[in-house]
Structures are given as C-alpha cells and as structure tokens.
C-alpha cells in the first residue's frame, strides 16, 4: 500500500511539470504583456521607460527558458515569487484567501452528500414515485441552471424579500447559507442520479434476490448490501468534484462578494500577475492528482477485489 | 397517534424549531459594527460598495490602492474645484515665478496628521524625495520630467524649481496619486516608500479604523483635522465585486451609496431610478467617448472621408438608443466643463445627403448592383475594434455598422480584450477605435500632450494630418507658456483644428452615477474625477 501511494506520488511530479508549461507557455503566447496589463491595470500610462522598467522588475526580459527555469526553480522551493499587483509574497496571499474557499467547499461537499444519499436511495426504492419525481426535477433544474444566475434568484429572495440572510460578504454561518445551497445544487442533482441508476442496478442483483428470499428486512438489505456496493460511482464522482469545487467556487465567490481565492486568482488573469496564475495551476494540479489518488484509496478500501497494483483479481 | 406517527411529528417539530433559530440568528449580521445609522451611540454611518479591495493607502503608489480611498486620507498642496478651480487645501498660497519656473508655496499652518504630528515643509520635502526617488514610475505625469529640485525654505515655506516652464504645475499636483503627504511614522525605515508604508497616517478629513482585506473598510473622522470637519462619522466600505448583488444589497438596505463610473449596469440604474424609492443622480461630463478615425491609414487620411463617416451617422439617436439617455451626446471632444476649452466651435451634425456627396468627391463610388463603394478596385472597408467586455461599445459598434453600412462603408467589427486593445492603440494597428479622455484635473492639459507626444498612440492618428507638425508646436507652446491669454487663444486654435480634422469623433459626455438612499442628503460630485464625494455628505432621518 505504502509503495503504491508512494509510486503514485511520484507520479505527481511530471504531471505538474506539464502543468506549469501550459500556463507558461499559454502566459506567454498571450498577446498581453504583463508589465503592460499590471500598468494599465493602475492608470498609469505605459510609457516606454517605464514598461522596460517593469519588465526588467517582473523578469521579463529574461530568455524564456530562464524565466521558465527559474519558475520551476522557485516552484520546487514553494516559493511562488511575489505578486505583481501588490508587491507581497503570493503565498501570504492564497494563505489568507485559501481557508474561505476550503470551507465553501467542504460545506458545499457535505450538504450535497447529506441531501443525496437519501434522496438517490429513497428515489430508486419508490421508482416513479412522488420522491423520485421530485428528485428527478431537483436534478433537472440542478443541473441546467446557471450557478451564478441561482446565486441571484437566491439572493433575491432570501436576502432582499424575505430578509432571512445576508447578501453578501462571510463571517457567521449564516453567511455560508446561500453559497453553500448554489454550489451545492449541482452537486445534487448529479449524485441523486448516479446513486439512484446504480441503486436501482444492484437491486436486480441475484444477492438481493436471495436476501429477500432470506427473509432479511428490505431496510437492512438496502443498508447493509446495496448502498455498499452501489455507493462506489458516488465516490469516484465526490473525488473528482472535491477539486472541481475547489478551484470552482470562482463564480460563487464573485456573486456572494467571497473573500476567496477563486475570487484572486480571477483579478490575477486580468492583470496578469503571473506569479499568481502560476500557483493557482500549480496547487489546482497538486488538488487533483490527490483527489484522485484519494479516491482510488478510497475505492481500494471499499473493494478488496481491487489490488493496489490496479488490475482486478478474481 | 401511533408510536410512528408521534416519532415523525416529534421530529418535524425539532426540524420546524431549528429552522426558526436558524432564520432568527440569520437575521444579525456580524460584518462591520454598526452598519445602521440608529446604532448604540447614535453613530452616523454610510456604507457602500466598491467593487474592488481599497488596498495598502499607500499614497505614492498605484494598483492595487484605490484612488478614492486614497483621497479621504491624504491631501495635496493644491486641490481642483468645479470649473477647473485650484484652491489652496495644503498650501495656503503660492507664487510662481515670471520665467514660470519657480512655485513657492506657504504652507497652511497648524495643520496636523492623524496622529497628532505637525506638518511642514520638511516632511512635503521627504513626500517630494520619496516619489521622485522613483521617477520614472511616475513618468506618464508632466510635471516629474521637468522637475528640478525642491527646498524647505523654512518650516511653513516650500519651493521648488522646474528644468523648464510648464503651466499645469499645479494640476498635476492636485491629482490623487502620488503627490499627496505621508506622515513621518507611515515612512518605512529606508524613506522607500514604494516597497510600502509603516501605516497610513495623512492630514485628510478621514482615517482607517478596521479593514479586512477583500470585506470591507472603515474610515472615520480625522479629530485632528484642520478644515471642516466631516458631519457623518464613519463610512463603511463593502467589497462586492459584482455589479448585481451590489444593487440587490442596496435594495435590501444593506447599502446606502452606490457611486462610481460604471459600477453598476445602465439597466439597473434606470430600474432603480424608475421605482422612485431612491435618489439617483448623474455628474457632469467626466470624459468623452470617442471615435479615433486612424489618419495613418489611406483611406482615412482623405478629410473627406473623415467627415462624411461623422456626418453619416445619428449621433443623438445612437446614445439615446444605446445609453438610454444616460450619457449625453457629444459636439466636441472636450466638453465645455474644462479650462480653456469653453470655445466655440461648429458641431459636425448628421446629414446622410451630406455624407454621400463627400464620399462620391473622394472618388469612392457605388458600384451598378452592389453595395460596398470602391474606388481604384478597392473597398471601402474599415475594421473597428472595440473592449468585447464593453456592452455599450458593442452596442454601439453594431449601430455604426449598419449606419455606415447603409453610405456603402463596411465596417468589419473585432471584439477584443481590453488589453489587447490598448496594446493596438498603442502599435498603430487599427482604423477605428474607441478612445476617452482622462477627465479632471488631467485634461485639457493631459489631452493636447497626447496629441503632440508618440507612444499615446493618438499623435499617430492624427500623422497624415497636413498641420500636424503645427499642431505640435501649439501644442508645446501652450504646454509652456506663462501667459494665460496666450494659452487660452492656442487651446482654442487646437480645438478648432482637431473638430474641422474630424479624426477624433466625439460620441458621447460620460458620466458618473450615484444612488443613494433617500436619508442622505448634501452629495455632491467631486470636481476632481477620482476623488470621494463624502465632503458634506449628510444623514437627514
């Protein structure tokens, strides 16, 4: 087990590097130049001293393969520069931002899990009835509506007409109410889904058969047999949105004035700060791989058909 | 009731009483104290938005600080008022040299900074080395280049000394960055002050209190400030990035002032103005929008061309349309709001017969059966470049489009990111362009150098033009002159020149929008395009 977390680890490695030379390389193929963007960014007009100034600043005119170098250089120390814009280390940065997103996530994460799992289950026990009906239209409407058009139509109503919850901003959990249903939302519909097909499949499952042929509860064969089994999709689906959530809260951020990083590295791309762009890939590439591998842990613990070596024994 | 039964209603009214906690906590919110004007100690407050973080208040430096949170904070020597005005706000008076090169100024005494320190010359002095310690960040500013020395004559005296005469001294001095003063403890050790600042200590009617980074900021009074003092206590500051919500929390009440330059969309404005709950105000002309018509390329370079493209298209209709009324439409490039530019100069109006005529005498004919004009075997075409961000100038380019299109001129549109855009003005790379001035106290000043100095981009539009090389010289004269006549009759002569030349379309008078709840009372544009409006700002019940 060890040796496989560790191989996977390894593995991380040229995975980030592809993904730090993307970035780079699609930075540079941009037709904006950064000292340019940050210069018109702070009204100051770029005249041609000053621009040559900045870019001797910003190290940009240095060869592209030093400055590429000298990127990864600082990468591997985690030292990911200092931020055009405000002239502070980008890591303080993230570091005061990334505890808001994190919790926007997580909380986002547990509601859709907590609202889910009982409806996808009690939606492929009463097939085509009135809770399955409902589930069916949460994950319609879930799953076609725009996120930051639900953050406004939740906002209006919430907020402005029934003055239940703040507008905007963060700090009580009141705040998270509204950010939390609208990233979440999506989540829903897509889990009650997935859970419900693959409830509905196990339960044409000859163990399922014989359960009841046992005479065991259906409650108990749902419990104890079916959701074990047919909670693995939701998994797989969980890991991969953990970092999806992460680095996509950036619309919700906006909408519900959010002091966090999607917020940042949104003012980032507009102004070019470079150093910035770069460590948001970077810890976005860091998010999934781990994600992922968490996920396979995950599945690996779940299911002791699958070696850690990844092929399936009999 | 069934054991079954009881247990469901049992845990419907948990659920239904937790709800209830939830929603009656949910209603006190924990962001800034005292947000409503009715607080504990009767404090007055106004709380609005901006859409961005106010920054480090570093009064030196640029981005990410916000220009009009630097303003309640710091004062210049000289401020600009209505019309174009220079009052005394730091400095009492000032004498100016008869070679226009030497401004001494009499500093106001007993004028204190936020934390109890006098100023005095010394410390304009050391606010003097630190900017110009880095010189060419502030470059694009006139009057750092011609800048020679400064000296601190005595305690309230300050005198500085130009390389060469340059009569918007004391315009540049009144614009909210970098020539404001710092207080001796905001100074880092190293007097740099464009690595940061200890913290923000400046003699202006406001200070920082609390300030959360990406939330919110508050000001209140300056105790120690020497004008008059403020009649509100505290402004609160909410960072709300998107337009939308910002209107959503003023109609909750959450706000109380939502001012700026297209802070919030057009539509909601007119919505907000329409239910008649609010006040909503629009400012004078803070700057025009423009059409450039790039001389540089052939086409463009004939005046005739020039003009029937102005005359071809319904100007009034076009902002009315476009705008809904909430920019004004344009007969000169500089409103009349600006010294110097109240000159009388004939508009170019629209006249469709007009324009046809002129295009037919520049030789660009209607093919039999088709629709583009031609002349020599080539096209009229032009290509027109626009911020696709920009809802207005899309907008607008599609009118001018189909306008034009219909004098046989084809316009191909080409949405662009601002920057690229920006970077195309500046490389010459382009036939039609949006283009605005920078508004009070820059112009007319910041206007008539653009249009004489390359690397603007705008003197190349106006290359192919047959006095442009007198235009330049105008220019250089009226930037250098010290006598007021003299200038005022130069300003007119370039005006004149650049309405007749046609090669920068005025469009439309851009204007600033304020709502405002109807508590507040005595708000008033500020004259200078990037300063607060908080001075005499009022609550009435």
Same mark, same amino acid.
């Given at each position: 087990?060890?040796?496989?977390?560790?191989?996977?680890? @390894?593995?991380?490695?040229?995975?980030?590097?592809?993904?730090?030379?993307?970035?780079?390389?699609?930075? *540079?193929?941009?037709?904006?130049?950064?000292?340019?963007?940050?210069?018109?960014?702070?009204?100051?007009?770029?005249?041609?001293?000053?621009?040559?100034?900045? %870019?001797?600043?910003?190290?940009?005119?240095?060869?592209?393969?030093?400055?590429?170098?000298?990127?990864?250089?600082?990468?591997?120390?985690?030292?990911?520069?200092?931020?055009?814009?405000?002239?502070?280390?980008?890591?303080?940065?993230?570091?005061? %931002?990334?505890?808001?997103?994190?919790?926007?996530?997580?909380?986002?994460?547990?509601?859709?899990?907590?609202?889910?799992?009982?409806?996808?289950?009690?939606?492929?026990?009463?097939?085509?009835?009135?809770?399955?009906?409902?589930?069916? =239209?949460?994950?319609?409407?879930?799953?076609?509506?725009?996120?930051?058009?639900? =953050?406004?139509?939740?906002?209006?109503?919430?907020?402005?007409?029934?003055?239940?919850?703040?507008?905007?901003?963060? =700090?009580?959990?009141? *705040?998270?109410?509204?950010?939390?249903?609208?990233?979440?939302?999506?989540?829903?519909?897509?889990?009650?889904?997935?859970?419900?097909?693959?409830?509905?499949?196990?339960?044409?499952?000859?163990?399922?058969?014989?359960? %009841?042929?046992?005479?065991?509860?259906?409650?108990?064969?749902?419990?104890?047999?079916?959701?074990?089994?047919?909670?693995?999709?939701?998994?797989?689906?969980?890991?991969?949105?953990?970092?999806?959530?992460?680095?996509?809260?950036?619309?919700?951020?906006?909408?519900?004035?959010?002091?966090?990083?999607?917020?940042?590295?949104?003012?980032?791309?507009?102004? %070019?700060?470079?150093? @910035?762009?770069?460590?948001?890939?970077?810890?976005?590439?860091?998010?999934?791989?781990?994600?992922?591998?968490?996920?396979?842990?995950?599945?690996?613990?779940?299911?002791?058909?699958?070696?850690?070596?990844?092929?399936?024994?009999? | 009731?069934?054991?079954?039964?009881?247990? &469901?209603?049992?845990?419907?009214?948990?659920?239904?009483?937790?709800?209830?906690?939830?929603?009656?906590?949910?209603?006190?919110?924990?962001?800034?104290?005292?947000?409503? &004007?009715?607080?504990?100690?009767? #404090?007055?407050?106004?709380?609005?938005?901006?859409?961005?973080?106010?920054?480090?208040?570093?009064?030196?430096?640029? /981005?990410?600080?916000?220009?009009?949170?630097?303003?309640?904070?710091?004062?210049?020597?000289?401020?600009?008022?209505?019309?174009?005005?220079?009052?005394?706000?730091?400095?009492?008076?000032?004498?100016?040299?008869?070679?226009?090169? &030497?401004?001494?100024?009499?500093?106001?005494?007993?004028?204190?900074?936020?934390?109890?320190?006098?100023?005095?010359?010394?410390?304009?002095?050391?606010?003097?080395?630190?900017?110009?310690?880095?010189?060419?960040?502030?470059?694009?500013?006139?009057?750092?280049?011609?800048?020679?020395?400064? $000296?601190?004559?005595?305690?309230?005296?300050?005198?500085?000394?130009?390389?060469?005469?340059?009569?918007?001294?004391?315009?540049?001095?009144?614009?909210?960055?970098?020539?404001?003063?710092?207080?001796?403890?905001? +100074?880092?050790?190293?007097?740099?002050?464009?690595?940061? !600042?200890?913290?923000?200590?400046?003699?202006?009617?406001?200070?920082?209190?609390?300030?959360?980074?990406?939330?919110?900021?508050?000001?209140?009074? /300056?105790?120690?400030?020497?004008?008059?003092?403020?009649?509100?206590?505290?402004?609160?500051?909410?960072?709300?990035?998107?337009?939308?919500?910002?209107?959503?929390?003023? $109609?909750?009440?959450?706000?109380?002032?939502?001012?700026?330059?297209?802070?919030?969309?057009?539509?909601?404005?007119?919505?907000?103005?329409?239910?008649?709950?609010?006040?909503?105000?629009?400012?004078?002309?803070?700057? &025009?929008?423009?059409?450039?018509?790039?001389?540089?390329?052939?086409?463009?370079?004939?005046?005739?061309?020039?003009?029937?493209?102005?005359?071809?298209?319904?100007?009034?209709?076009?902002?009315?349309?476009?705008?809904?009324?909430?920019? $004004?439409?344009?007969?000169?490039?500089?409103?009349?709001?600006?010294?110097?530019?109240?000159?009388?100069?004939?508009?170019?109006?629209?006249?469709?017969?007009?324009?046809?005529?002129?295009?037919?005498?520049?030789?660009?004919?209607?093919?039999?059966?088709?629709?583009?004009?031609?002349?020599?075997?080539?096209?009229?075409?032009?290509?027109?470049?626009?911020?696709?961000?920009?809802?207005?100038?899309?907008?607008?380019?599609?009118?001018?489009?189909?306008?034009?299109?219909?004098?046989?001129?084809?316009? /191909?549109?080409?949405?662009?990111?601002?920057?690229?855009?920006?970077?195309?003005?500046?490389?010459?790379? +382009?036939?039609?362009?949006?283009?605005?001035?920078?508004?009070?106290?820059?112009?007319?000043?910041?206007?008539? /150098?653009?249009?004489?100095?390359?690397? +603007?981009?705008?003197?190349?539009?106006?290359?192919?033009?047959?006095?442009?090389?007198?235009?330049?010289?105008?220019?250089? #004269?009226?930037?250098?002159?010290?006598?007021?006549?003299?200038?005022?009759?130069?300003?007119?002569?370039?005006?004149?020149?650049?309405?007749?030349?046609?090669?920068?379309?005025?469009?439309?008078?851009?204007?600033?929008?304020?709502?405002?709840?109807?508590?507040?009372?005595?708000?008033?544009?500020?004259?200078?395009?990037?300063?607060?409006? +908080?001075?005499?700002?009022? !609550?009435?019940?």
């Amino acid at each position: 087990m060890i040796s496989y977390i560790g191989k996977r680890m @390894v593995a991380v490695i040229p995975i980030v590097l592809f993904a730090t030379l993307v970035t780079f390389a699609l930075i *540079h193929i941009s037709p904006v130049d950064p000292a340019e963007a940050y210069l018109t960014a702070a009204h100051i007009y770029p005249t041609p001293e000053i621009l040559e100034q900045k %870019r001797h600043e910003f190290g940009l005119d240095q060869p592209l393969l030093t400055q590429y170098i000298q990127t990864l250089q600082r990468i591997s120390r985690l030292d990911f520069g200092t931020s055009y814009l405000t002239n502070k280390p980008v890591w303080d940065e993230v570091k005061v %931002r990334l505890p808001a997103t994190v919790e926007l996530a997580l909380s986002s994460m547990v509601l859709s899990i907590v609202v889910s799992i009982p409806l996808g289950v009690l939606a492929a026990m009463r097939k085509n009835g009135w809770i399955d009906m409902l589930s069916r =239209g949460i994950s319609y409407f879930g799953a076609s509506i725009p996120q930051f058009w639900l =953050g406004y139509l939740l906002i209006f109503f919430f907020s402005v007409r029934l003055d239940w919850l703040p507008v905007e901003g963060r =700090g009580t959990w009141q *705040h998270l109410v509204l950010p939390t249903l609208t990233l979440s939302l999506v989540l829903i519909a897509l889990y009650t889904r997935l859970l419900r097909s693959s409830v509905l499949e196990q339960l044409q499952e000859t163990y399922v058969q014989y359960a %009841r042929t046992r005479g065991i509860r259906e409650r108990v064969i749902m419990l104890k047999h079916v959701l074990k089994i047919a909670i693995a999709p939701l998994i797989t689906g969980m890991g991969m949105n953990l970092g999806k959530l992460l680095t996509g809260t950036i619309i919700v951020e906006q909408v519900f004035s959010w002091p966090g990083f999607g917020r940042y590295f949104v003012e980032a791309i507009f102004n %070019r700060d470079i150093p @910035v762009i770069q460590c948001y890939v970077f810890l976005a590439a860091c998010l999934f791989i781990v994600c992922n591998l968490l996920v396979d842990l995950v599945h690996l613990y779940m299911d002791p058909r699958i070696s850690s070596k990844g092929r399936t024994e009999q | 009731m069934s054991v079954r039964h009881r247990k &469901t209603a049992t845990i419907m009214l948990v659920a239904i009483l937790l709800l209830s906690v939830i929603l009656g906590c949910a209603k006190q919110e924990n962001t800034p104290a005292s947000t409503s &004007t009715d607080g504990a100690a009767n #404090e007055k407050s106004i709380t609005l938005s901006w859409p961005r973080d106010i920054g480090t208040m570093n009064p030196h430096v640029y /981005n990410p600080s916000q220009l009009f949170a630097q303003s309640m904070i710091y004062e210049p020597l000289v401020s600009y008022k209505q019309g174009g005005k220079l009052e005394p706000a730091l400095a009492e008076a000032w004498t100016i040299s008869k070679d226009g090169k &030497t401004y001494t100024f009499k500093l106001r005494k007993g004028v204190k900074f936020s934390d109890g320190t006098l100023f005095n010359a010394a410390i304009v002095k050391k606010n003097f080395d630190a900017i110009m310690k880095n010189e060419k960040t502030h470059s694009w500013l006139g009057i750092v280049s011609v800048l020679d020395k400064t $000296e601190a004559v005595d305690d309230s005296t300050f005198r500085m000394t130009l390389k060469e005469p340059y009569y918007p001294v004391l315009q540049d001095l009144s614009v909210v960055r970098p020539f404001r003063f710092l207080g001796e403890a905001g +100074f880092p050790d190293d007097g740099d002050t464009s690595k940061g !600042i200890k913290k923000p200590v400046g003699t202006g009617p406001w200070m920082l209190d609390e300030y959360k980074q990406d939330e919110y900021a508050t000001f209140k009074r /300056n105790p120690n400030y020497w004008g008059t003092a403020p009649k509100v206590d505290k402004i609160i500051v909410k960072i709300i990035p998107d337009g939308e919500t910002r209107v959503m929390a003023f $109609e909750k009440g959450d706000l109380d002032l939502i001012y700026g330059e297209g802070v919030i969309s057009l539509d909601a404005f007119k919505q907000l103005r329409d239910t008649n709950n609010y006040v909503t105000k629009l400012s004078e002309p803070v700057g &025009t929008r423009s059409l450039l018509l790039n001389s540089s390329n052939p086409k463009l370079a004939d005046l005739r061309v020039r003009l029937a493209l102005q005359h071809g298209f319904n100007k009034q209709a076009m902002v009315e349309g476009v705008t809904s009324g909430l920019e $004004e439409k344009a007969d000169t490039v500089l409103s009349k709001n600006y010294p110097y530019t109240n000159v009388d100069l004939q508009p170019v109006d629209y006249d469709v017969e007009k324009s046809k005529a002129l295009l037919d005498e520049a030789g660009w004919k209607l093919p039999a059966g088709g629709t583009v004009r031609e002349k020599d075997g080539q096209q009229l075409d032009f290509e027109l470049i626009f911020d696709k961000t920009d809802p207005i100038q899309k907008a607008m380019a599609e009118t001018i489009q189909a306008e034009w299109g219909e004098l046989g001129v084809k316009v /191909n549109l080409t949405g662009l990111e601002l920057t690229v855009q920006i970077k195309r003005l500046r490389s010459n790379q +382009f036939d039609l362009y949006f283009w605005y001035n920078y508004g009070a106290p820059y112009d007319p000043h910041s206007f008539i /150098n653009v249009i004489a100095k390359k690397s +603007f981009g705008i003197s190349e539009v106006l290359s192919a033009l047959p006095m442009k090389k007198d235009l330049d010289q105008q220019v250089h #004269e009226a930037l250098s002159s010290t006598d007021e006549t003299k200038r005022q009759e130069l300003y007119a002569s370039i005006l004149k020149t650049l309405q007749e030349q046609s090669a920068i379309v005025p469009i439309s008078y851009i204007k600033k929008t304020a709502v405002y709840q109807k508590k507040i009372t005595n708000f008033v544009f500020p004259a200078n395009r990037d300063e607060n409006p +908080f001075e005499g700002i009022e !609550i009435g019940k």
